[in-house]
């Protein structure tokens, strides 16, 4: 099975995950570990989860998850980040520190839906009030 990434490109301030990471032309001389250090200076890798939300979005690793308000549309509640907690992937409550595992919570009409990430949506990572 092959792992799947997408990257958020710092120098860009944008995903890229359609296309693959270009790094330009690299000197026959460059060495993996200058390789290495360009892409964690320039990228963030975020490894997908494996799984999809409940719309069929798949989940990465840096996505914000959350439950739809069922009285009022497009309100969601309960945000959660996908971050890599023991042993797996699971979403972590925005400003607390309570986890839920994913598998679960991904499924079914009640199920929780990808509404951003940490990179192109940072006001979501704030505590939302009612």
Request: net charge negative; charged share 30%; with cysteine.
């Amino acid at each position: 099975m092959m792992t799947k990434f997408r990257a958020w490109d710092r120098y860009e301030e944008a995903m890229t995950n359609q296309e693959g990471i270009y790094f330009g032309d690299m000197d026959h001389d460059e060495t993996l570990e200058s390789l290495m250090l360009c892409l964690e200076e320039r990228y963030e890798l975020m490894q997908s989860t494996g799984l999809k939300d409940k719309n069929g979005v798949e989940i990465f690793e840096g996505d914000i998850i959350g439950s739809q308000d069922k009285d009022r549309p497009n309100w969601y509640v309960s945000h959660h980040e996908i971050v890599w907690h023991d042993a797996g992937f699971m979403g972590k409550q925005i400003c607390s520190s309570s986890f839920i595992g994913l598998d679960f919570w991904t499924r079914g009409a009640n199920g929780y839906v990808v509404i951003g990430n940490i990179y192109e949506n940072p006001e979501l990572l704030k505590e939302v009030k009612k």
